[in-house]
């Protein structure tokens, strides 16, 4: 048993309540996450008399989550004790537990949200649509696709013929538009503030565009076509109505505008390929994905690389986020890994197999999935 005692100072961000004065206390380091919980809870009582206080907290030091004692965390990492030690503290975030897994016939590449069932997009160009309880409901056989995107009913396939299809799902599979590209596409986007609208990343790290109010009998015609990468585009993400956000094999971030045909804004990040990227809209920040296992945290505005963090030692395959800003990754491990920012390492490793490919948060639950033929639902 560790009898080291250690001066802290608890600070935070968040609301009034939940704040208490910043006077150094004296703390066991023998204590862990529960335990300073539970001094937390103390504290705030203390503070407050009036109001109860069962909130369980996580904290932060140095930006890594305690999971451990005080003490084992500092000797570690090796952080400085001299002077008094600041410990950030937050809402604490569940531990996920797995649920149930769900096998599917062929690799997992995209999983979404159709109502309230899940819909899954295999490699093969199976679509798989399962109950919450996860019953498969029903499969649809479809082309053999390189990507999907999912958007409410609505599924974007791009195939390995350089064609890319519009479907709809209703109570059968419905094909709605089906046209061609310059080279074969990688990722797709739609706008979400005009879903007549969705372009197309392709291998030769061009934007095509499409409308579907200008279908055809079923055939679409491509609007425009910019060159916005110098490699493949391998992910995209609507932003505004006009940007779209694009990462690339050529280790850059584009903010392209559609209206213009320009690029706004091109971020480098130098010595890794983005892989997956997602936008923050609360503080105009991205996050981005790359082969070497690291996530980057960029200020869109600045145009500046803000942090760098280690999820994995395997390549990163795909990026969520949930109303919250919480983060779930996939790698190439097999495993997924949960994410607050603020800290310096993730909350939670979730363990799966084979290659990770694909992820996503339906409510309050963290789904994802890849070459096992496997779809892992945790509960968050």
């Known amino acids: 048993m560790n009898n080291s005692e250690y001066i802290v100072k608890f600070v935070t961000n968040l609301p009034q309540e939940f704040q208490i004065s910043n006077n150094e206390i004296a703390v066991e380091g023998n204590m862990n996450q529960g335990d300073l919980s539970s001094l937390m809870q103390q504290l705030l009582s203390a503070e407050n008399p009036d109001q109860e206080y069962n909130q369980q907290f996580d904290f932060l030091v140095n930006g890594i989550s305690l999971r451990s004692s005080l003490h084992e965390l500092i000797t570690q990492n090796e952080i400085a004790t001299e002077k008094t030690l600041q410990i950030?503290?937050?809402?604490?975030?569940?531990?996920?537990?797995?649920?149930?897994?769900?096998?599917?016939?062929?690799w997992i590449v995209t999983i979404g949200r159709l109502n309230n069932q899940i819909l899954t997009c295999l490699s093969n160009g199976d679509i798989v649509v399962c109950s919450e309880k996860g019953k498969i409901v029903k499969t649809y056989k479809t082309k053999l696709a390189k990507s999907f995107t999912i958007y409410e009913n609505i599924i974007i396939s791009t195939h390995w013929d350089c064609s890319v299809r519009v479907q709809r799902i209703t109570d059968k599979l419905e094909l709605i538009a089906q046209g061609y590209l310059p080279s074969y596409g990688e990722c797709s986007c739609i706008n979400r503030k005009n879903t007549n609208e969705f372009c197309v990343g392709t291998a030769n790290g061009e934007l095509a565009f499409f409308d579907l109010s200008t279908v055809q009998q079923q055939v679409i015609e491509m609007k425009d076509n910019f060159k916005v990468h110098q490699q493949q585009i391998t992910c995209c993400q609507w932003i505004r109505n006009s940007t779209i956000l694009t990462g690339s094999y050529d280790h850059s971030i584009c903010m392209f505008n559609k209206r213009t045909g320009s690029i706004n804004k091109q971020l480098f990040a130098k010595d890794s390929a983005i892989i997956g990227l997602c936008y923050l809209e609360m503080n105009q920040q991205i996050v981005s994905v790359h082969e070497d296992?690291?996530?980057?945290?960029?200020?869109?505005?600045?145009?500046?690389?803000?942090?760098?963090?280690?999820?994995?030692?395997?390549?990163?395959?795909?990026?969520?986020?949930?109303?919250?800003?919480?983060?779930?990754?996939?790698?190439?491990?097999?495993?997924?890994?949960?994410?607050?920012?603020?800290?310096?390492?993730?909350?939670?490793?979730?363990?799966?197999?084979?290659?990770?490919?694909?992820?996503?948060?339906?409510?309050?639950?963290?789904?994802?999935?890849?070459?096992?033929?496997?779809?892992?639902?945790?509960?968050?």
């Open 293 to 380: 296992g690291y996530l980057k945290l960029w200020d869109s505005l600045s145009e500046q690389l803000i942090k760098i963090y280690k999820s994995s030692l395997s390549q990163l395959t795909c990026i969520s986020v949930n109303p919250n800003g919480q983060i779930i990754v996939t790698s190439m491990d097999g495993n997924a890994y949960l994410w607050d920012l603020r800290g310096e390492v993730p909350l939670y490793q979730l363990n799966g197999e084979g290659k990770a490919l694909a992820c996503t948060w339906i409510d309050n639950k963290i789904l994802f999935g890849g070459s096992t033929n496997k779809l892992y639902v945790y509960n968050c």
């Open 88 to 106: 950030e503290y937050l809402f604490a975030v569940p531990e996920p537990r797995l649920k149930q897994t769900i096998n599917m016939n062929d």
